[in-house]
């Protein structure tokens, strides 16, 4: 079965960096654009990164652009986004999702990890 699994969270300071993985297995993992999310206790989850089933593009929420990047492994199934100048304005659950269609935009995802808490401390 589909299963995506966030790892690499925890606690840094502000300015700080800190790399999340997401390992995927499952499906055909270089057919599938892959998204993270983050969610803060009591707000809507939202939009983060997502980079295609190519590799080729990606797209970011305007709150990461320059600070954030997200790069993939088709190889070793994996999808990392890398957080640098870390803000407390960070500080979410972070969730990597997986595009429900094949070859997809990325604008529907269907199969999420349990998530990975990132804490950013001032």
């Known amino acids: 079965q589909v299963q995506l699994v966030e790892s690499g969270g925890g606690l840094v300071q502000a300015g700080g960096s800190l790399r999340l993985s997401c390992a995927a297995s499952?499906?055909?993992?270089?057919?599938?654009?892959v998204g993270w999310f983050r969610q803060v206790l009591g707000k809507e989850r939202e939009f983060v990164a997502a980079?295609?089933?190519?590799?080729?593009?990606?797209t970011y929420a305007d709150s990461v652009k320059g600070r954030f990047t997200i790069v993939r492994d088709n190889a070793k199934k994996t999808v990392y986004l890398q957080i640098n100048s870390a803000k407390p304005e960070d500080t979410a659950v972070y969730y990597c999702?997986?595009?429900?269609?094949?070859?997809?935009?990325?604008?529907?995802?269907?199969?999420w990890g349990q998530g990975t808490q990132v804490t950013v401390s001032s």
């Open positions: 999702a997986r595009d429900r269609t094949y070859r997809g935009r990325g604008v529907n995802y269907d199969y």
């Open positions: 499952g499906f055909t993992f270089s057919t599938y654009t």
């Open positions: 980079i295609s089933w190519s590799g080729g593009s990606t």
